[in-house]
T-cell receptor
Framework: SQQGEEDPQALSIQEGENATMNCSYKTSINNLQWYRQNSGRGLVHLILIRSNEREKHSGRLRVTLDTSKKSSSLLITASRAADTASYFCGFMEAAGNKLTFGGGTRVLVKP | EPEVTQTPSHQVTQMGQEVILRCVPISNHLYFYWYRQILGQKVEFLVSFYNNEISEKSEIFDDQFSVERPDGSNFTLKIRSTKLEDSAMYFC???????????????FGDGTRLSIL
């Protein structure tokens, strides 16, 4: 299967703590994209990291990519209650332009 | 900020009926996609569309499905004869530029919840 896998499936933290979630895939990729989804809403694009990049930052978000291990991580620092959502990684294979998504990580940030 | 808009937000249809889901992608984007998410499951790719033709499709996208860009702004997904298992949230996405549109973020709409009775 070319599906991505994410862990943990769920994460519960206190406001102010950091949240880390991981994504693994099985094929060669062009890029990997992280998204947030609030309940009943669409996917909101967070960060795109290309296969030749190892780390990217955007505000309180930090994404790493290890192509040798075929894995990526998303770190949310100093979490807020508003960060409560599901987070998905979607990878784009070396050929084609579709995204293949993992099962997501449900993050609950408690005030 | 430009966004992808989808209508309707919720569609209830009898099994066997045809349904058309509508999307307005971001105006300067060239690549268009449909994904679906069955309740509690992963987001699954259905089809991508570029230069007025399908560029890639999944096994889910069988003969019951079709896509069209009828004018310069709309992008539609038609399901000809709906089945119970078509019940899902359907997301439209678009991405911009580049020689192949690759390596660009895909921007998603809020989805249409399709319920087949």
């Amino acid at each position: 299967s070319q599906q991505g896998e994410e862990d943990p499936q769920a994460l519960s933290i206190q406001e102010g703590e950091n949240a880390t979630m991981n994504c693994s895939y099985k094929t060669s990729i062009n890029n990997l994209q992280w998204y947030r989804q609030n309940s009943g809403r669409g996917l909101v694009h967070l960060i795109l990291i290309r296969s030749n990049e190892r780390e990217k930052h955007s505000g309180r978000l930090r994404v790493t990519l290890d192509t040798s291990k075929k894995s990526s991580s998303l770190l949310i620092t100093a979490s807020r209650a508003a960060d409560t959502a599901s987070y998905f990684c979607g990878f784009m294979e070396a050929a084609g332009n579709k995204l293949t998504f993992g099962g997501g990580t449900r993050v609950l940030v408690k005030p | 900020e430009p966004e992808v808009t989808q209508t309707p937000s919720h569609q209830v249809t009898q099994m066997g009926q045809e349904v058309i889901l509508r999307c307005v992608p971001i105006s300067n984007h060239l690549y268009f996609y449909w994904y679906r998410q069955i309740l509690g499951q992963k987001v699954e790719f259905l089809v991508s569309f570029y230069n007025n033709e399908i560029s890639e499709k999944s096994e889910i996208f069988d003969d019951q499905f079709s896509v069209e860009r009828p004018d310069g702004s709309n992008f539609t997904l038609k399901i000809r004869s709906t089945k119970l298992e078509d019940s899902a949230m359907y997301f439209c996405a678009s991405s911009g530029g580049g020689a192949a549109g690759r390596g660009q973020p895909q921007h998603f709409g809020d989805g249409t919840r399709l319920s087949i009775l």
